[in-house]
């Protein structure tokens, strides 16, 4: 038969071989589900960065579609109604009649300046009137602080304006005609330009579509903005979206009369990106733009079709229930049952090798037991059948012996069947009415004779207002309780100097009180906790006495306990051990 370490050992090894691969299983589908979020997040990102672009597009429309639909001659703070789609848009001639340009009274919430280039490279302002018609501007179109702010900021973009990088964007002005046109028209879609030599990826695909469609909408939005048709000597007259440093311009070259002019607008980029992010704001609240240099390299994905900028879409916020996920709940449930299992099972190797080793305990105590009282038997019944023994007094004291012997083996055999029957849930209770005087009158005689036996004294005092008091018991198992309690003290405090055994019985109003106690060497505290486990015995060794099984107080608290009662040490007294057995009055 194993031993215990061994059946623990055994269950350890079984437990590591079951729990490696469980836990190997558990990280993998952890694993694979974090990987499957992950790709989930990352299809939900796409798709609302996807639809940020579209929105963002789909908002910048409107403003370029205004812009786009202003005819040249509004980049002047007052042009001749008659001449103004022709050669003479410079030169006003005497008596015409001016009007002013709508980008002198209009204030619009996104552009900074409207600006125009001319041959010469000279930069103006239709927000900024020249001293012949300023005086004009100022009684009824303008103010004093807009023409200023407009003057400061004309300054400011000629400080600022690459020149270079729009001639790049724009194409030569000196260029054909016919040559113009294709530069004109590879500027004014440079995006377009871009995603004819990419890849047919998702992102080109997604971009290319965002720019038709922008497309559409400027085109549409320009023709109903015109209030008269362009004039046919007008080339590529689409503006273009052109960083310049961090200014962000929509310039175009118009050409009239073989004049060519460079056109646009300043936009005001910082509140652009304020509003274009608030937009987006409930798709991707970490949201950035960064400006696209026109040399770098860029992801069609994520870049705006109406502006060279970039998105940068930030993390999205994670989900609510990433935490109860169907599998971390069913790993989880797993790992519960597994754990209830190995606790079981723990259970029942701990109950079986308890059990084991309490049999073994017993059958070594039971032999132990039984052997000293056999071999007596058979000693003294040899030598009284074999007639050895003539002696009257010294046979009478070997049939002495040998009741006392058979007297232990019946109170040995008691306890074990006691007990049995107790754990197997039969035992039998004849409970009846009884007065406290009466029960023990029934074994007072027997525990003084018993006490003079151990050569001890026997002292029994019972309370007046307990002698009357009435239980509903069972008298044997009672007698049973107090005769292990008397044994005991006959045994373990035989070698006391004060030899006495005491029985003092007092009530309350709903139980009666029996306190037997002796004046022993005591029970160590240590092994008070492990005093009335079944076949536990003392690890000090009774007087004139065998150790004995180790049922005596287990069997007498379980029938304290049966009946309603208990049975406890009293860890308070000073000298000796003093048992409380407690039973409830009727």
Same mark, same amino acid.
């Given at each position: 038969?194993?031993?215990?370490?061994?059946?623990?050992?055994?269950?350890?090894?079984?437990?590591?071989?079951?729990?490696?691969?469980?836990?190997?299983?558990?990280?993998?589908?952890?694993?694979?589900?974090?990987?499957?979020?992950?790709?989930?997040?990352?299809?939900?990102?796409?798709?609302?960065?996807?639809?940020?672009?579209?929105?963002?597009?789909?908002?910048?429309?409107?403003?370029?579609?205004?812009?786009?639909?202003?005819?040249?001659?509004?980049?002047?703070?007052?042009?001749?109604?008659?001449?103004?789609?022709?050669?003479?848009?410079?030169?006003?001639?005497?008596?015409?009649?001016?009007?002013?340009?709508?980008?002198?009274?209009?204030?619009?919430?996104?552009?900074?300046?409207?600006?125009?280039?001319?041959?010469?490279?000279?930069?103006?302002?239709?927000?900024?009137?020249?001293?012949?018609?300023?005086?004009?501007?100022?009684?009824?179109?303008?103010?004093?602080?807009?023409?200023?702010?407009?003057?400061?900021?004309?300054?400011?973009?000629?400080?600022?304006?690459?020149?270079?990088?729009?001639?790049?964007?724009?194409?030569?002005?000196?260029?054909?005609?016919?040559?113009?046109?294709?530069?004109?028209?590879?500027?004014?879609?440079?995006?377009?330009?871009?995603?004819?030599?990419?890849?047919?990826?998702?992102?080109?695909?997604?971009?290319?579509?965002?720019?038709?469609?922008?497309?559409?909408?400027?085109?549409?939005?320009?023709?109903?903005?015109?209030?008269?048709?362009?004039?046919?000597?007008?080339?590529?007259?689409?503006?273009?979206?052109?960083?310049?440093?961090?200014?962000?311009?929509?310039?175009?070259?118009?050409?009239?009369?073989?004049?060519?002019?460079?056109?646009?607008?300043?936009?005001?980029?910082?509140?652009?990106?304020?509003?274009?992010?608030?937009?987006?704001?409930?798709?991707?609240?970490?949201?950035?733009?960064?400006?696209?240099?026109?040399?770098?390299?860029?992801?069609?994905?994520?870049?705006?079709?109406?502006?060279?900028?970039?998105?940068?879409?930030?993390?999205?916020?994670?989900?609510?229930?990433?935490?109860?996920?169907?599998?971390?709940?069913?790993?989880?449930?797993?790992? *519960? +049952?597994?754990? /209830?299992?190995? #606790?079981?099972? %723990? $259970?029942?190797?701990?109950?079986? !090798?308890? @059990?084991? &080793?309490?049999?073994?305990?017993?059958?070594?105590?039971?032999?132990?037991?039984?052997?000293?009282?056999?071999?007596?038997?058979?000693?003294?019944?040899?030598?009284?059948?074999?007639?050895?023994?003539?002696?009257?007094?010294?046979?009478?004291?070997?049939?002495?012996?040998?009741?006392?012997?058979?007297?232990?083996?019946?109170?040995?055999?008691?306890?074990?069947?006691?007990?049995?029957?107790?754990?197997?849930?039969?035992?039998?209770?004849?409970?009846?009415?009884?007065?406290?005087?009466?029960?023990?009158?029934?074994?007072?005689?027997?525990?003084?004779?018993?006490?003079?036996?151990?050569?001890?004294?026997?002292?029994?005092?019972?309370?007046?207002? *307990? +002698?009357?008091? /009435?239980?509903? #018991?069972?008298? %044997? $198992?009672?007698?049973?309780?107090? !005769?292990? @309690?008397? &044994?005991?003290?006959?045994?373990?405090?035989?070698?006391?100097?004060?030899?006495?055994?005491?029985?003092?019985?007092?009530?309350?109003?709903?139980?009666?009180?029996?306190?037997?106690?002796?004046?022993?060497?005591?029970?160590?505290?240590?092994?008070?906790?492990?005093?009335?486990?079944?076949?536990?015995?003392?690890?000090?060794?009774?007087?004139?006495?065998?150790?004995?099984?180790?049922?005596?107080?287990?069997?007498?608290?379980?029938?304290?306990?049966?009946?309603?009662?208990?049975?406890?040490?009293?860890?308070?007294?000073?000298?000796?051990?003093?048992?409380?057995?407690?039973?409830?009055?009727?």
């Amino acid at each position: 038969m194993l031993r215990p370490r061994h059946v623990f050992v055994v269950f350890g090894l079984c437990l590591v071989v079951v729990t490696v691969p469980m836990a190997w299983i558990s990280a993998t589908a952890l694993r694979l589900e974090a990987a499957d979020a992950e790709s989930r997040r990352q299809a939900a990102l796409e798709e609302n960065i996807r639809l940020a672009l579209w929105r963002m597009d789909s908002s910048l429309a409107s403003i370029l579609a205004l812009e786009n639909g202003r005819p040249y001659s509004a980049y002047q703070a007052f042009y001749p109604v008659e001449s103004a789609y022709s050669e003479s848009l410079n030169e006003f001639g005497f008596g015409e009649v001016l009007v002013p340009s709508p980008l002198l009274t209009d204030v619009s919430k996104y552009v900074l300046l409207h600006f125009q280039y001319d041959s010469k490279g000279g930069i103006t302002s239709p927000q900024v009137p020249n001293p012949r018609v300023r005086a004009a501007a100022l009684a009824r179109y303008t103010t004093a602080d807009r023409v200023a702010t407009a003057v400061r900021r004309l300054r400011e973009l000629g400080r600022r304006l690459d020149r270079g990088a729009v001639a790049v964007a724009l194409g030569r002005m000196e260029m054909e005609p016919a040559e113009q046109s294709e530069g004109a028209a590879a500027t004014a879609n440079p995006v377009q330009t871009s995603l004819s030599r990419s890849s047919d990826s998702r992102g080109s695909i997604e971009r290319q579509a965002r720019s038709r469609n922008m497309q559409q909408i400027v085109q549409s939005q320009s023709l109903m903005n015109r209030i008269v048709p362009l004039p046919l000597e007008m080339r590529g007259t689409v503006l273009a979206p052109i960083w310049s440093g961090d200014a962000l311009l929509l310039a175009r070259r118009v050409s009239v009369a073989g004049s060519p002019r460079v056109q646009g607008c300043w936009l005001d980029w910082p509140a652009m990106k304020t509003a274009m992010l608030s937009e987006i704001a409930d798709l991707l609240p970490a949201a950035d733009l960064q400006p696209l240099a026109s040399d770098e390299a860029d992801d069609a994905a994520r870049v705006l079709a109406a502006l060279p900028v970039r998105l940068v879409p930030g993390q999205l916020p994670p989900g609510r229930g990433d935490a109860w996920s169907p599998i971390g709940v069913t790993l989880m449930l797993a790992w *519960a +049952a597994m754990l /209830l299992a190995v #606790v079981a099972v %723990a $259970a029942l190797l701990f109950g079986t !090798v308890t @059990l084991s &080793e309490r049999r073994a305990a017993f059958v070594s105590a039971v032999t132990h037991e039984l052997r000293t009282p056999l071999t007596t038997f058979r000693l003294y019944t040899e030598l009284l059948d074999e007639g050895r023994v003539a002696d009257e007094p010294k046979r009478r004291r070997y049939i002495h012996t040998l009741r006392g012997e058979a007297d232990r083996l019946t109170h040995l055999v008691e306890n074990v069947l006691s007990y049995a029957q107790l754990e197997r849930g039969n035992a039998v209770s004849n409970a009846e009415p009884v007065r406290v005087r009466d029960l023990l009158d029934r074994v007072s005689e027997r525990f003084a004779h018993r006490a003079v036996e151990a050569r001890m004294s026997w002292k029994m005092q019972i309370d007046p207002d *307990a +002698a009357d008091a /009435l239980l509903r #018991v069972d008298a %044997a $198992a009672v007698e049973r309780i107090l !005769v292990n @309690l008397v &044994e005991n003290a006959c045994k373990y405090a035989a070698t006391a100097k004060d030899k006495g055994i005491s029985l003092h019985v007092s009530a309350d109003a709903r139980s009666v009180v029996l306190r037997v106690r002796d004046r022993g060497p005591g029970i160590a505290p240590a092994e008070a906790r492990r005093l009335f486990r079944p076949f536990h015995r003392s690890a000090r060794k009774p007087a004139n006495a065998s150790a004995g099984v180790g049922l005596g107080l287990a069997l007498s608290r379980r029938l304290a306990r049966n009946m309603g009662g208990d049975l406890r040490l009293d860890a308070s007294t000073d000298a000796g051990a003093c048992f409380v057995l407690t039973l409830p009055t009727v």
